[in-house]
Each structure stands twice: as C-alpha cells, then as structure tokens.
Nanobody, 123 residues
Framework: DVQLVESGGGSVEAGGSLTLSCAAS????????MAWFRQAPGKEREGVAT???????IYAPSVKGRFTISLADGRDTVDLQMTDLKPEDTAMYYC??????????????????WGQGTQVTVS
C-alpha cells in the first residue's frame, strides 16, 4: 500500500519561509507524479505544485516563483520549499502521489493516495 507522511508545517509571519516534507513508501516510480495540494476552510482543495519521476515540475500561478518542489532521498521524499509566504497561503497542505500524467497532476480528482495533511498558518 502507498503511504504518504507529511511534516514541516507550522506558523510563520508574512514574508517568512517553511519547508514541508512528504515521505513516501509502497509504490514504484514509473509514471508517477507527486504533488502538494492545499485546502483552506470553506474552499476546494487546490493543486500547488507537482513533480514527475524525471524531476519535471508544474506550479500553480499563485505560488510560482515563491515555492519550489523537489525530490530527495532517492525520490522517497518530496519537499516543498515555501518562501515569501502570504496570509492567503494559510491552509492544510496535503501530499499526493499516483500513476498519472504530469498534465493532470494538479487535479485532486486524479489521486487515490493522500497524506494526512500538515497545517500552515501565515499571519
């Protein structure tokens, strides 16, 4: 079974930085994408950033230039480095992974495997 475990959330002032990590296990890498999503209270879950097994990335326009997604630990971990954080970045952040094509990898409906989430609060 695929298991995803997030860590690294917390509270930070506007303009600050945080790095989220997602440790993945239980799947093979072929044709997989991993992604970070976020969901604020009362809002739909939205795709933030995604990366495929070759390291190709896509970002949501709202975070491009501020967030960086990367693979680490031999692709067992996907990190999300967040800089210049804004109050509107406040949300529960979720890691997701599945065997999908990159062009669909910011669509929450494409994923069956999710982590439990980690809270990010920007004041």
């Amino acid at each position: 079974d695929v298991q995803l475990v997030e860590s690294g959330g917390g509270s930070v002032e506007a303009g600050g930085s945080l790095t989220l990590s997602c440790a993945a296990s239980g799947y093979t890498y072929s044709s997989h994408c991993m992604a970070w999503f976020r969901q604020a209270p009362g809002k739909e879950r939205e795709g933030v950033a995604t990366i495929d097994e070759d390291g190709v990335t896509i970002y949501a326009p709202s975070v491009k230039g501020r967030f960086t997604i990367s693979l680490a630990d031999g692709r067992d971990t996907v990190d999300l480095q967040m800089t210049d954080l804004k109050p509107e970045d406040t949300a529960m952040y979720y890691c997701a992974a599945d065997r999908i094509i990159l062009s669909r990898a910011l669509m929450a409906s494409q994923y069956d495997h999710w982590g439990q989430g980690t809270q990010v609060t920007v004041s």
